[in-house]
T-cell receptor
Framework: DSGVTQTPKHLITATGQRVTLRCSPR?????VYWYQQSLDQGLQFLIQ???????AKGNILERFSAQQFPDLHSELNLSSLELGDSALYFC???????????????FGPGTRLTVL | LAKTTQPISMDSYEGQEVNITCSHN???????ITWYQQFPSQGPRFIIQ???TKVTNEVASLFIPADRKSSTLSLPRVSLSDTAVYYC?????????????FGTGTKLQVIP
């Protein structure tokens, strides 16, 4: 157990709909990262938040947005869903620090999104 | 971001030592090299991280030559439970800003 929690575990929805995925980081971790992993694909980095602020952006579609709240939990919002958005969505967290050894990312169990 | 290249897949027998090499020709001065392991339908798990020379922990060793343009993850005496995808990452870790890219990884199949 990494200490990172994600809800829901599974989500089935239809095209055109909007969903929200939730992530609670490990206690004390200030950074939250979102990744998308499609079937048999590697992990695609979407976005990173640090202490409530956006820090880095990857291949995140304009239909997707995220935020990190004052209690440090994060939500990933996916709208106008398409079949191709079906994937595993992982959240990870890390401790902010000046040395690399403190920036290990701890991954949650993921949310499996199925768009029908 | 430094691009990484790894073999797509590897097979090994139980009890063998496995070495997975990752190329990262355009690694930057501040970049660290990190390896993660991922089992199906699970999130990746950190294995080892290094900057140069050799790093060893309880599960693996990481060899980094002086030019840092490649790195080799070494798994001693693999077992069936080591069957997983292994990702090599190169990126910057400093002050809360972390920008790394996971490549397609190496799918390791351990054979009995």
């Amino acid at each position: 157990d990494s200490g990172v929690t994600q809800t829901p575990k599974h989500l089935i929805t239809a095209t055109g709909q909007r969903v929200t995925l939730r992530c609670s980081p490990r206690s004390g971790d200030l950074s939250v990262y979102w990744y998308q992993q499609s079937l048999d694909q590697g992990l695609q980095f979407l976005i990173q938040y640090y202490n409530g602020e956006e820090r880095a952006k990857g291949n995140i579609l304009e239909r997707f947005s995220a935020q990190q709240f004052p209690d440090l939990h994060s939500e990933l919002n996916l709208s106008s869903l398409e079949l191709g958005d079906s994937a595993l969505y992982f959240c990870a967290s890390s401790v902010a620090g000046g040395t690399a050894s403190y920036n290990e990312q701890f991954f949650g169990p993921g949310t499996r999104l199925t768009v029908l | 971001l430094a691009k990484t290249t790894q073999p797509i897949s590897m097979d090994s027998y139980e009890g063998q030592e496995v070495n997975i090499t990752c190329s990262h020709n355009n690694i930057a001065t501040n970049d660290y090299i990190t390896w993660y392991q991922q089992f199906p339908s699970q999130g990746p798990r950190f294995i080892i991280q290094g900057y140069k020379t050799k790093v060893t922990n309880e599960v693996a060793s990481l060899f980094i030559p002086a030019d840092r343009k490649s790195s080799t993850l070494s798994l001693p005496r693999v077992s069936l439970s080591d069957t997983a995808v292994y990702y090599c990452l190169v990126g910057v870790f400093s002050g809360g800003y972390q920008k790394v890219t996971f490549g397609t990884g190496t799918k390791l199949q351990v054979i009995p």
